[in-house]
């Protein structure tokens, strides 16, 4: 398999927010009475707001991740020297390819673009297949910015300085 990692067009945009929807509920990482589906469904929003970029094959689209730059309203812990990433998706389809690695080193390589000097992010404490992919590049735990959107829902934050 080639994949291509490029930002997304306006045509994807929906594609790419089912992609990010049916990527969290593959894991039952969708919580049960939260809307949180619907924020992963605004990939238009995100991509409005932030950088939302793809992993693709040809025409099929194997995994996203929306890139929070200082300014965007997307961001949650970042500091204005950091990048952040946020609902990074991989495909049921595309699982243990290195999808998920690749669109993460594609936003340590652009916080670099911007000359910041640390990427940092939130993961669910029982996401641990995307820990040990941030954990194999390199980022550590960030205890002290630990948080939690909403009750039962406890996030790890994580940080690679560059």
Do not use: N, Q
């Amino acid at each position: 398999m080639t994949s291509e990692i490029r930002l997304a067009v306006p045509g994807e945009y929906d594609a790419v927010g089912e992609l990010t929807v049916e990527a969290y509920a593959y894991d039952g990482f969708v919580p049960a009475g939260s809307d949180y589906a619907s924020t992963l469904r605004a990939a238009a929003d995100r991509a409005a707001k932030a950088e939302v970029w793809v992993a693709v094959d040809g025409a099929e689209l194997l995994g996203t991740v929306t890139y929070c730059p200082p300014g965007s309203i997307y961001r949650e812990i970042g500091l204005d020297d950091e990048g952040e990433f946020r609902m990074l998706g991989v495909s049921s389809r595309a699982r243990g390819l290195g999808i998920g690695t690749a669109l993460t080193v594609r936003c340590i390589e652009r916080s670099r673009e911007l000359g910041l000097g640390r990427v940092v992010m939130s993961s669910a404490t029982y996401m641990t297949t995307a820990h040990r992919i941030y954990e194999r590049l390199g980022f550590v735990r960030l205890p002290e910015r630990d948080w939690s959107p909403i009750t039962g829902v406890d996030l790890y934050a994580f940080a690679l300085d560059l």
